[in-house]
């Protein structure tokens, strides 16, 4: 019987009958785990007896539990949990790509993947092309080489959506390879693998895990496609902690409850800044203003906690609202039940002049909030306050 996502948070992919006898998973420190006899360990390796890995690198009991509570959340036949989503989307590339092949990834997907394609991958013949974040952009830049496309829906910061159905019916007859990065959306929300796309990507450090305790990320898809990158995560080895795969787990028994909230809170939230006299525009997938909002209501069940919005000025008066609210704390990062609020320009492109900043689609009156758990209307009343100061 197929379950509903509130009962595969708390139950999925967890086996009813645990060690001792005990309601909630263990933590399994173990770094390695012992044979009966040599008998025993020639078979394992014959494939003819089932067992827990030998090593610690190549699996742990409660990352195993972990992977396959995440596996259920999206569809998917496996998953691969990592260390944070970075090592999840750099373990998944180095196990895809080789030199000669070209990757397709759009210009506003995360900052440090498209670094790792540009900078990385590049040194070892991989080439690449950036292209808009659209199905018509991504077939405009896709070569006779092109093995992978990546993206994100929604985007950061400006949570542009992708239309997923025909993004998989243009890349499946061609032979190339889709990820997704949901991060954004959760499976609460979007599911990437039931529209056909090949893999999709989370940091669990975000809504996932959903309380600002622990990092880690994970791959989720086909078995095959699973199994090829676990046996570079073997190599590469950047593994989640047994500690934070049994975090990730307790998180995830209240994500269905906490997201319900998170699109409750950031829809009337979105909707208070887009008639507010000092804001100038809001990006929000739910506001019919928002020109990915067709493809959103399409394919998502809701729109999420992170709201960008450009106030009317500069980076000053901009500075001036984020240190004027009283509840949001100033930090980056997202989901997690304390709202936060940044201004991109200075969080993640610091190191650039505003000329480079505007190339980059960066505004200087641009700020990002990710609504928490907070009451709304306390929020919405704060935000009001901070940003009549300018």
């Not at 000053?316 to 004027?324: F, N, Q």
Request: one cysteine or more; hydrophobic letters at 40%.
């Amino acid at each position: 019987m197929a379950r509903k996502i509130d009962t595969l948070a708390v139950h999925g992919g967890e086996p009813r009958d645990k060690a001792h006898d005990s309601l909630v998973n263990p933590i399994v420190l173990a770094t390695a785990y012992p044979f009966d006899d040599t008998d025993e360990l020639h078979r394992y390796f014959r494939g003819e007896h089932q067992r827990g890995e030998e090593y610690a690198r190549y699996g742990n009991p409660t990352q195993e539990v972990a992977e396959a509570k995440l596996a259920s959340l999206d569809g998917g036949e496996a998953a691969l949990l990592t260390s944070t989503g970075m090592s999840a989307i750099v373990t998944s590339l180095l196990a895809m790509v080789k030199p000669g092949l070209h990757i397709v990834i759009t210009a506003d997907s995360y900052r440090k993947t498209r670094v790792f394609v540009r900078e990385f991958l590049a040194k070892f013949g991989v080439e690449h092309t950036t292209c808009e974040p659209s199905v018509e952009g991504i077939a405009a830049a896709v070569k006779p080489t092109t093995k992978l496309i990546i993206t994100e829906s929604p985007t950061n910061p400006y949570l542009n959506c992708i239309d997923l159905e025909a993004l998989a019916a243009f890349a499946r007859p061609r032979r190339i390879k889709t990820m997704i990065d949901a991060t954004l959306a959760t499976p609460y929300n979007l599911r990437p693998l039931a529209h056909g796309i090949d893999l999709v990507v989370h940091s669990c450090t975000k809504y996932l895990g959903g309380h600002n305790d622990l990092m880690a990320g994970v791959v989720i898809g086909s078995k095959a496609l699973i199994d090829a990158i676990r046996d570079h995560q073997g190599m590469l080895g950047a593994l989640c902690s047994p500690f934070n795969a049994y975090m990730l787990i307790r998180g995830l028994k209240t994500f269905a409850v906490r997201m319900r909230q998170h699109n409750a809170s950031g829809l009337a939230i979105a909707r208070f800044l887009a008639a507010h006299p000092k804001v100038e525009q809001v990006w929000y997938p739910g506001l019919p203003s928002h020109p990915a909002h067709a493809i959103a209501a399409k394919q998502m069940a809701g729109f999420g906690g992170l709201i960008s919005f450009a106030i009317r000025g500069g980076l000053l008066e901009g500075s001036k609202v984020v240190d004027a609210v009283e509840i949001p704390y100033l930090a980056p990062s997202l989901g997690g039940p304390e709202s936060l609020i940044e201004q991109p320009a200075l969080m993640s492109y610091y190191d650039k002049t505003p000329d480079e900043r505007a190339a980059l689609g960066i505004r200087e009156n641009l700020i990002r909030m990710s609504v928490g758990l907070e009451d709304v209307d306390d929020l919405i009343g704060d935000l009001d306050q901070a940003l009549n100061r300018i």
